[in-house]
């Protein structure tokens, strides 16, 4: 004997499937990012309550001696304000380089595919290699500094090699990829007969950028933007190689604490110190972004 099985049951039945079949989907990615993020993330933490005694012994507990230090000391403070200040200038600078070359890619065309290539190819280049490439081209030996010496005002240049402008000037050419790529991922959906009557209706360039492209495109603006800032915040070897101990990055401060040093509970803190500014500056851009959008949505309406 056969028992009919109620419609409201295969369809519960068919959910609960799709449920697990998602959550085998997931677990892989779940797995992967608990092992290799979560887990070393929580580990970090802990490490920067712990007490290093003098013959290095570390002594577990909730102790905010590290803290206490990094916010006592000047220097610390000097370098974290450096480091923020350099990750958000690079990412300014990299968005006035990145729209123009997003709008050629976004076209689509044999121009266009020499553009992408041209903007992608550095990323095949390893960052040590182009951190000294620049530390060349920036040296008094240089080729910009020929350049200059060329047009008479070499005798005046300032000294860039082992300064913030290195450091920003290679930020930008490193991490500029990161923010040309979303961003013509987004111009792209921007529809084109919008942008045709815009111009058919007597807009200026500058008003149909402001009014139309600029607005449509702050999703992959936002995403480039805050990829540049993470990036150039964290990064160890350009800040290393190009701004050394003149200029240095809160990485360089973690490199010498934990290998120079053997400090690994306050290089854990400096490190958390940096998690939590990152994560911080991030949530603030979005915010912010997120309320220029509704305004822009709400006047888009009146």
Do not use: C
């Not at 040309?180 to 815009?198: C, I, Q, R, Y």
């Not at 190009?242 to 400096?270: H, K, M, R, Y």
């Amino acid at each position: 004997m056969t028992h009919a099985i109620p419609n409201g049951g295969s369809l519960q039945l068919g959910r609960l499937g799709h449920k697990t079949v998602g959550l085998l989907l997931v677990s892989p990615a779940a797995l992967f990012l608990l092992a290799f993020f979560i887990i070393p993330n929580l580990l970090l933490v802990a490490y920067s309550f712990t007490a290093q005694m003098r013959d290095g012994v570390l002594v577990t507990g909730l102790n905010l001696e590290n803290y206490r230090r990094a916010f006592e000391v000047d220097l610390y403070w000097r370098v974290l304000l450096r480091t923020v200040r350099v990750a958000v200038t690079a990412s300014v600078v990299a968005a006035f380089f990145a729209y123009p070359l997003a709008m050629v890619i976004s076209q689509r065309g044999r121009f266009a595919k020499i553009v992408t290539l041209v903007v992608v190819a550095p990323l095949l280049v390893n960052v040590v290699i182009r951190s000294y490439a620049w530390a060349q081209l920036l040296s008094r030996q240089g080729a910009l500094n020929w350049v200059l010496d060329q047009a008479g005002i070499a005798e005046n240049a300032p000294q860039l090699l082992y300064t913030e402008w290195a450091v920003l000037i290679a930020s930008v050419h490193v991490f500029l990829p990161f923010l040309v790529l979303p961003l013509a991922s987004a111009m792209e959906k921007v529809p084109s007969t919008v942008v045709d009557a815009a111009r058919v209706a007597g807009a200026t360039p500058f008003a149909v950028f402001r009014r139309i492209i600029l607005p449509l495109s702050l999703p992959g603006l936002v995403v480039g933007m805050s990829l540049v800032f993470s990036l150039t915040a964290a990064a160890y070897v350009t800040p290393q190689i190009l701004g050394g101990n003149f200029a240095p990055l809160v990485g360089t401060l973690i490199e010498q604490q934990v290998l120079s040093l053997n400090d690994w509970p306050f290089g854990a803190a400096l490190a958390t110190l940096l998690i939590l500014t990152v994560l911080t500056v991030n949530l603030v851009f979005l915010k912010a972004v997120e309320r220029r959008t509704s305004s822009w949505t709400a006047g888009a309406r009146e």
